[in-house]
C-alpha cells in the first residue's frame, strides 16, 4: 500500500518562494515517475510538474521557469521548488506516483496573497 505525505506549504505574498517536499512509502519509488498536482477551489486538479526516473521533467506552461521539479531516490522524496509564486498559484499541491496513479496524499495548502 503506498503512502503519500506532502509537506511545505504555507502562506507567502506574491513573488515569494516555498519548497515543498512529498515522502512516498511502500511504492519502488526509483522506477517510478512521479509528479505535483494542484487543485485551486472549483477547479479540476491539474498537473503542474512531472520527473521521470531517468530525470527528465515536464512543466505545465503556466508555472515553467519559476518552478523546478527535482528527486531524492535515496529519500523516497520528490520536491517542488516554487519561486516568484502569484495568487493564481493558490491551491492545494498533491504529489502523485505515477506507479499508483489512483493513490493520494492529504495535500498541502499554498496560498499567495496579493
Known amino acids: 500500500q503506498v503512502q503519500l505525505v506532502e509537506s511545505g506549504g504555507g502562506l507567502v505574498q506574491a513573488g515569494g518562494s516555498l519548497r515543498l517536499s512529498c515522502v512516498v512509502s511502500?511504492?519502488?519509488?526509483?522506477?517510478?515517475?512521479v509528479g505535483w498536482y494542484r487543485q485551486a477551489p472549483g477547479k479540476q486538479r491539474e498537473l503542474v510538474a512531472r520527473?521521470?526516473?531517468?530525470?527528465?521533467?515536464y512543466y505545465a506552461d503556466s508555472v515553467r521557469g519559476r518552478f523546478t521539479i527535482s528527486r531524492d531516490n535515496a529519500k523516497n522524496t520528490v520536491y517542488l521548488q516554487m519561486n516568484s509564486l502569484k495568487p493564481e498559484d493558490t491551491a492545494v499541491y498533491y504529489c502523485?506516483?505515477?506507479?499508483?496513479?489512483?493513490?493520494w496524499g492529504q495535500g498541502t495548502q499554498v496560498t499567495v496573497s496579493s
Open positions: 502523485n506516483d505515477f506507479g499508483y496513479p489512483d493513490s
Open positions: 511502500g511504492s519502488i519509488f526509483s522506477i517510478h515517475a
Open positions: 520527473i521521470r526516473s531517468g530525470g527528465s521533467t
